[in-house]
């Protein structure tokens, strides 16, 4: 009854990541801009008005916010067209939150490693791991977005082999049990877990995201998504 109970809860955390991939517009491969290309088009086509781009750095955002919630698209270079990827927050509404320098290194092999480039080939597999009483929408805003960076779809910049685990036991055998301990030279975790002060740390060559809630665990996601792509810097 209670192995029943556990598929029937993972059931509906999958129809309800799907509904919320949908709801906060996931990212895309922009096949419309070529990198070259000085406009900055949406996923509809549209021209991103000049009074809604934003400017960080090197990088552009286009305010696509509502009346209900707030949203940017960070237009990013792809090998031959652009990606937009979607952040709820921008850079730096997320300063307070402290990232360990060289947070990508656990995602690398270490022999491939170069320490003068900070590059390497990453490993065969990526778990992202959350505990097993993290609520619904803790794991939906934890592991959504971060799959697709990670992922091997087209908007995909790690094209990780990565699977979603819980970090502890939770009477159910959809999904394996993997954590820190688990990561090794060849296997990457990036766990989620509880606590009071929202950070990102390296641990046991394993990538741990700290938050209290919801809100500061999707903060913490999209901090961890920056610091991956080059955004923001580390340490």
């Known amino acids: ?47 991103c008005s000049d ?23 960070l237009e990013y270079p792809g090998n031959e067209y652009r990606i937009l990827y979607n952040f709820r927050n921008l850079p730096e509404q997320l300063e307070y939150i402290k990232v360990e320098q060289g947070i990508g290194y ?7 490693y170069n320490s003068q480039t900070g590059q390497g080939e990453v490993k065969e597999k990526l778990y992202l791991s959350v505990p097993s009483n993290f609520t619904y929408f803790e794991t939906i805003f934890s592991v959504q977005s971060l799959s697709f960076l990670m992922g091997q779809s087209s908007t995909g910049i790690y094209k990780m082999d990565w699977q979603l685990a819980y970090s502890g036991d939770y009477n159910g055998s959809e999904y394996p ?14 766990e989620f877990r509880r606590g009071e002060t929202t950070q990102i740390k390296i641990e046991d060559n394993c990538i741990v995201a700290y938050g209290k809630d919801e809100e500061e665990l999707t903060k913490v996601s999209e901090k961890l998504r920056y610091a991956l792509l080059g955004v923001i810097k580390s340490g």
Do not use: H, W
Request: hydrophobic content about 40%.
């Open 1 to 47: 009854m209670k192995e029943k109970t556990i598929n029937g809860i993972l059931i509906f955390l999958v129809v309800i990541f799907i509904g919320a991939l949908i709801f906060y517009a996931v990212d895309y491969y922009n096949g419309k801009t070529q990198v070259n290309e000085t406009a900055f088009y949406l996923e509809n086509g549209a021209v």
């Open 51 to 73: 009074k809604n781009v934003i400017n960080e750095g090197k990088f552009r955002f286009c305010n696509i916010s509502t009346e209900k919630i707030s949203l940017y698209d």
């Open 106 to 112: 656990p995602l690398l092999k270490p022999e491939t």
């Open 177 to 190: 049990i993997k954590s820190c301990k688990d990561a090794n030279n060849n296997t990457a975790v990036i």
